[in-house]
């Protein structure tokens, strides 16, 4: 139904990591892989998390997400299992729904302007649907920038 005043749904599948599970495991389509936000998760100093968001079939341009940041290209590490769990989510499942208030989002520009996607819930078994502006205004702390190349 809705939480944080969005309308959204929940998909249960099986756990997906990969492109390939998403075909093999799930019954979303190409058109649903294309109307997706595909999130990954880095740190960029001990206890810095930052999400990155970008269009399901593109892919993050590092050097345009570290000036986002202001960090250097080589700060971005990607996260480990113990970041992700601090956050309550799993590898496959990255979700740029995160409400920890230390924790940055940066969007790809062409995010907001999505409309209805599919992103990750935090854990590998559960894609959610929302409307993309909904889901880039409950981050706390947004960064909007061009990051993905296709």
């Given at each position: 139904m809705s939480a944080a005043?969005?309308?959204f749904e929940v998909h249960r599948h099986e756990a997906i990591r990969t492109a390939?599970?998403?075909?093999a495991r799930t019954a979303f389509t190409e058109q649903n892989r294309a109307n997706s936000v595909k999130t990954m998760a880095f740190v960029t100093?001990?206890?810095d998390v930052v999400l990155a968001a970008v269009p399901g079939l593109t892919r993050i341009?590092?050097?345009?997400?570290?000036?986002?940041?202001?960090?250097?290209?080589?700060?971005?590490?990607p996260a480990d299992e113990e970041a992700l769990r601090q956050l309550d989510m799993e590898p496959g499942g990255v979700s740029p729904l995160c409400a920890d208030p230390r924790v940055t989002v940066v969007f790809d520009s062409a995010v907001p302007l999505m409309g209805r996607v599919l992103c990750g819930s935090?854990?590998?078994?559960?894609?959610?649907?929302?409307?993309?502006?909904?889901?880039?205004?409950?981050?706390?702390?947004?960064?909007?920038?061009?990051?993905a190349v296709p």
């Open positions: 005043d969005i309308a390939e599970d998403i075909r100093a001990p206890g341009r590092y050097g345009p997400l570290a000036s986002a940041l202001g960090v250097k290209r080589a700060a971005l590490k935090g854990w590998p078994q559960y894609t959610v649907e929302a409307e993309s502006a909904d889901i880039v205004r409950l981050a706390p702390n947004v960064v909007i920038a061009d990051i």
